[in-house]
């Protein structure tokens, strides 16, 4: 059998495995029981194990004597959101749903794994390693500010790597078909958080005080003025504001409002040029009385596809699926922390469409995917490391 028809005859075990850490979703660096099942499932392989590398991954090595190291990935984690679903897997873990994905990407990896033993075992895996990556927490940071990526980085799993690959379901995609794309394909992203501060009087006597609600609207509606006309994702960035509190009573005038937004950006120099407009805005209002404060998070860095190891595994997709299953796609402002692992060596993410007849969007009570994708993704990784081991080595 070829990889795809390998990773079909898993199907079944793979719907399976996706359903079963999707009753059974956790949280970011919780992903205690998942974990469970991907360590026990690469061990069965005979595979070396690490565990609780980066609080709650596990990393697993298939050795294949000397020759590179590439390294795929699977993130774990869930979010919190009451699933809305009624099929017959839906969520027991009120409030955590499996609303993005990551357990499909579990047993995805886990099919992959499966294939590449299997193709070791039959003397038809180049020379080299392969490094299984299963990461806890892509969807949140920590009290530290740090992802899993982040973590995983700190503790050496990038260490000798020479190509890291990464997929991600797409619900809203064509099922089956595949999309690559070279350079920027999604943005950094940073919170933001400000205060104003003003000072309260009675709303009959304005003129005795700062109204920080009115200072703090301006200060919103400068930025996005500021934002070029028909602006670019890659080329101008974005910010965008979710969230502003303040005041005390309808007839006070707020002394201090917060605002926490976003930034996005696929560029250091685009970054820079995003904070400037921040600053630029905010920094006015406090020559009509107001003090100010603008914070920035670590953020997560854009995730820069490159050209060789995208190539490399856009090449094999072909041979795999054909030419017609193989698309391009334009870069997305959602954020991804595999770019702290593609930071570290030479790396590429790839979208796999799974939308259903009705298709369902990320982070939404109803989301789901269809599962026939699944084998797809494990064949592709397997194609795409195979096909690196022979480039690389």
Same mark, same amino acid.
């Given at each position: 059998? #070829?990889?795809?028809?390998?990773?079909?005859?898993?199907? /079944?075990?793979?719907?399976a495995?996706?359903?079963?850490?999707?009753?059974?979703?956790?949280?970011?660096?919780? /992903?205690?029981?998942?974990?469970?099942?991907?360590?026990?499932?690469?061990?069965?392989? @005979?595979?070396?194990?690490?565990?609780?590398?980066?609080?709650?991954?596990?990393?697993?090595?298939?050795? #294949?004597?000397?020759?590179? +190291?590439?390294?795929?990935?699977?993130?774990? $984690?869930?979010?919190?959101?009451?699933?809305?679903?009624?099929?017959? %897997?839906?969520?027991?873990?009120?409030?955590?749903?499996?609303?993005?994905?990551?357990?499909?990407?579990?047993? @995805?990896?886990?099919?992959?794994?499966r294939?590449?033993?299997?193709?070791?075992?039959?003397?038809?895996?180049?020379?080299?390693?392969?490094?299984?990556?299963?990461?806890?927490?892509? !969807?949140?940071?920590?009290?530290?500010?740090?992802?899993?990526?982040?973590?995983?980085?700190? &503790?050496?799993?990038?260490? *000798?790597? $020479?190509?890291?690959?990464?997929?991600? +379901?797409?619900?809203? +995609?064509?099922?089956?078909?595949? %999309?690559?794309?070279?350079?920027?394909?999604?943005?950094?992203?940073?919170?933001?958080?400000?205060?104003?501060?003003?000072?309260?009087?009675?709303?009959?006597?304005?003129?005795? *005080?700062?109204? =920080?609600?009115?200072?703090?609207?301006? @200060?919103?509606?400068?930025?996005?003025?500021?934002?070029?006309?028909?602006?670019?994702?890659?080329?101008?960035?974005?910010?965008?504001? @979710?969230?502003?509190?303040?005041?005390?009573?309808? #007839?006070?005038? =707020?002394?201090?409002?917060?605002?926490?937004?976003?930034?996005?950006?696929?560029?250091?120099?685009?970054?820079?040029?995003?904070?400037?407009?921040?600053?630029?805005? %905010?920094? =006015?209002l406090?020559?009509?009385?107001?003090r100010?404060?603008?914070?920035?998070?670590?953020?997560?860095?854009?995730?820069?596809?490159?050209e060789?190891?995208? !190539?490399?595994?856009r090449?094999?997709?072909?041979?795999?699926?054909?030419?017609?299953?193989?698309?391009p796609?334009?870069?997305?402002?959602?954020? /991804? $922390?595999?770019? %702290?692992?593609? #930071? !570290?060596?030479?790396?590429?993410?790839?979208?796999?469409?799974?939308?259903?007849?009705?298709?369902?969007?990320?982070?939404?009570t109803?989301?789901?995917?269809? /599962?026939? =994708?699944?084998?797809?993704?494990?064949a592709?990784?397997a194609?795409?490391?195979?096909? +690196?081991? &022979?480039?690389?080595?």
């Open positions: 059998m #070829n990889l795809l028809e390998q990773a079909q005859a898993l199907a /079944e075990d793979l719907t495995i996706r359903r079963d850490l999707h009753q059974n979703p956790e949280l970011s660096f919780q /992903e205690v029981r998942t974990a469970g099942i991907a360590a026990k499932a690469m061990e069965a392989l @005979g595979f070396s194990v690490r565990t609780g590398v980066g609080r709650t991954g596990v990393i697993a090595e298939l050795d #294949n004597g000397v020759g590179p +190291l590439i390294a795929l990935r699977a993130d774990m $984690d869930a979010l919190p959101i009451k699933e809305a679903n009624t099929h017959d %897997f839906v969520s027991q873990n009120d409030g955590v749903m499996h609303a993005c994905g990551h357990d499909g990407h579990v047993a @995805g990896l886990i099919g992959t794994a294939i590449l033993a299997e193709e070791r075992g039959a003397g038809r895996l180049p020379p080299g390693t392969v490094r299984f990556i299963f990461q806890p927490s892509e !969807e949140a940071i920590d009290d530290e500010g740090k992802s899993g990526a982040m973590r995983l980085v700190e &503790e050496g799993v990038m260490e *000798g790597v $020479d190509a890291v690959v990464g997929l991600h +379901l797409g619900a809203p +995609l064509p099922s089956g078909k595949l %999309f690559f794309a070279t350079g920027p394909i999604m943005a950094g992203a940073a919170e933001i958080h400000i205060e104003v501060h003003g000072k309260s009087s009675h709303a009959g006597f304005p003129e005795g *005080g700062v109204d =920080a609600l009115v200072l703090a609207s301006r @200060g919103v509606v400068a930025v996005q003025d500021a934002a070029p006309e028909n602006r670019s994702p890659v080329e101008d960035g974005l910010i965008s504001f @979710g969230r502003i509190a303040g005041g005390t009573a309808h #007839n006070v005038l =707020a002394d201090l409002v917060t605002i926490e937004g976003t930034m996005r950006y696929f560029s250091a120099e685009v970054q820079e040029r995003l904070q400037r407009r921040l600053d630029d805005a %905010f920094g =006015a406090e020559n009509s009385g107001a100010v404060t603008i914070q920035l998070g670590t953020g997560y860095l854009p995730v820069i596809n490159d060789r190891v995208t !190539e490399c595994v090449a094999a997709a072909i041979d795999l699926v054909g030419e017609d299953d193989v698309l796609i334009q870069p997305m402002t959602l954020a /991804e $922390d595999f770019s %702290f692992l593609a #930071n !570290e060596a030479p790396g590429t993410f790839f979208w796999l469409g799974a939308a259903l007849p009705n298709p369902r969007m990320h982070h939404e109803d989301f789901d995917i269809d /599962e026939s =994708a699944l084998p797809i993704g494990a592709t990784l194609a795409g490391a195979i096909r +690196l081991l &022979e480039e690389m080595g």
